[in-house]
């Protein structure tokens, strides 16, 4: 099974960054998306962007449009997500998920959360 590996989660006061990576290991070939999902305790989970890797397509929710950017680094399917402006509505655990399901557009991909690989989150925390 691939392995998905979240790192650089931490605290940080409203207004600021932080940069989370995933860094996926045990794949051969390119993930045909990769994203990032987020989770509050007693909610669902949200989708929060969403890259196609070969396109370098890229979709975010509305709340954190113009404030996040996912990009993907290498052929090794290492992909980050960079948070500005952070808001205390962004508390939450963070997901790094990768391969979506055939054909499947970056809304329904972020809606579904239909990704065959996952990790196993690493905690954002802003603070007011």
């Known amino acids: 099974q691939d392995q998905l590996v979240e790192s650089g989660g931490g605290s940080v006061e409203a207004g600021g960054s932080l940069n989370l990576s995933c860094a996926p290991s045990?794949?051969?070939?390119?993930?045909?998306?990769m994203g990032w999902f987020r989770q509050v305790p007693g909610k669902e989970r949200e989708g929060v962007a969403l890259?196609?890797?070969?396109?370098?397509?890229?979709f975010y929710t509305e709340s954190v449009k113009g404030r996040f950017t996912i990009t993907q680094d290498n052929g090794e399917n290492t992909v980050n997500l960079r948070m500005s402006s952070l808001k205390p509505e962004d508390t939450a655990v963070y997901f790094c998920?990768?391969?979506?399901?055939?054909?499947?557009?970056?809304?329904?991909?972020?809606?579904?959360?239909?990704?065959?690989?996952w990790g196993q989150g690493t905690q954002v925390t802003v603070s007011s």
């Open positions: 998920a990768a391969e979506c399901p055939a054909d499947m557009g970056a809304m329904q991909a972020l809606n579904d959360q239909e990704l065959a690989y």
């Open positions: 890259i196609y890797t070969r396109s370098g397509y890229t």
């Open positions: 045990g794949a051969t070939r390119r993930y045909n998306c």
